[in-house]
Every structure is written in C-alpha cells, then in structure tokens.
C-alpha cells in the first residue's frame, strides 16, 4: 500500500514538472492588417535575412526569406518579391531588426 502512495506522488510531481513547449505568436496590428509572425530564424552567415512564416489578417503564408537590405522576400520557389506597403516584411525588418 506505500508503494502505491509514493508511485502516485511521484507521478503528481512528475506531471507537474514537465512542461508543455509554448504555442505562442508575436502579432501585432500593423496599418490596419493584423499580422502574426508564427515562426522566425534569422540568418547566421547573413543577419539582416530572416526566415519566417507568418499569418496575414488570418491567411497563413508559407515559409518565406525575407532580405532587410533590398526589401525583397523570397518564396520557396525562387520568386523575388518586393514589400508590401503595409506588409509582414515592413513589420519584420522595423520591429525585430533594433
């Protein structure tokens, strides 16, 4: 009967310990479209170059470089794209890029 009193606390403390990862997003209202950056890396050889997925007013966008220096993002297949106005490239570069 001990055994099972301390098998049954040891697995409440156990549960307890291990914690779940985080889901969390940064989103931010930006000129009027909410975008969340789901997912970033930035670049080691080149630091001013972010891979990123994001999420623009709730249309989830695939995995995309996006370049600081030119304001340009690359999609997977090798489109070279130029920023949006009011764009998740703006907000990346602004915001994360101090």
């Known amino acids: ?3 099972y009193i301390i098998l049954s606390i040891f697995l ?3 549960f307890f310990a291990v914690a779940p990862p ?5 989103c931010r ?3 009027g479209n909410k975008i969340c950056i789901l ?3 930035r670049s080691a050889k080149n630091y001013w170059e972010y ?4 999420s623009i007013n709730g249309n989830r966008k695939p995995l995309e470089i996006y370049n600081c220096r030119t304001k ?3 999609q997977k297949n090798g489109k070279i794209i130029k920023f949006q106005p009011n764009g998740a ?3 990346i570069c602004n915001v994360l890029n101090k």
């Open 39 to 41: 997912s970033i890396k």
């Open 29 to 31: 209202n930006y000129n």
């Open 12 to 14: 409440f403390i156990f």
């Open 72 to 74: 340009n993002k690359i």
């Open 89 to 91: 490239g703006k907000l």
């Open 22 to 26: 985080a889901a969390a997003s940064f």
């Open 51 to 54: 891979r990123a997925e994001v």
């Open 1 to 3: 009967m001990q055994k």
